[in-house]
């Protein structure tokens, strides 16, 4: 894990709410860029940390390989979405990076009931693929990263209670 660290790209900088890049250097990749980021807002909009998660993908050149946005609302769902590079358009001649939505998972409470149940729509893990993290295949044990439902109801409902909802 790197936490976070201002980078440059192109004509702008940014700096992650969270990383993570392998801690052994891999040939031919620019270590400044994580594998993996974190871009988590509760007053930005959507769309602003859509953008920043595109920033991510799009000036690494390919670097970043995934960006997972956490937007957090009081009045509305938490909504974490993962944001990958679209491979195939890296097989080009000229590599374009479209950053494309893999999943998209809303956990939600009722919020003016604090005990409610805590919904993870749809219920199912959040994967991180292990090659995305370290730019390598797994060699067994190591595998897939899941966050499951269930840790998303621990996560939100931390969230939430630190928030005071």
């Known amino acids: 894990m790197v936490g976070s660290a201002t980078v440059r790209g192109g004509p702008s900088s940014k700096e992650p709410d969270e990383s993570w890049i392998p801690t052994q250097p891999i040939p031919g990749r620019d270590a400044k860029w994580s594998t993996v980021v974190v871009e988590v807002g509760v007053s930005e909009s959507y769309q602003k940390l859509k953008a920043d998660a595109e920033w991510w993908l799009t000036d690494s050149r390919g670097n970043v390989n995934l960006a997972i946005i956490v937007a957090i609302n009081r009045e509305t769902p938490n909504i974490v979405e993962t944001v990958c590079l679209d491979v195939s358009s890296l097989r080009r001649q000229r590599p374009r990076y479209v950053p494309t939505i893999r999943q998209s998972i809303t956990t939600s409470r009722d919020p ?39 840790q998303f109801r621990e996560i939100s409902g931390q969230v939430w209670d630190h928030q005071v909802f």
Do not use: G
């Open 112 to 150: 003016k009931r604090p005990d409610a149940t805590i919904t993870v729509s749809p219920p199912v893990p959040l994967t991180i693929q292990f090659a995305e993290l370290f730019c390598r295949q797994p060699i067994l044990p190591e595998h897939n990263i899941d966050l499951s439902p269930d």
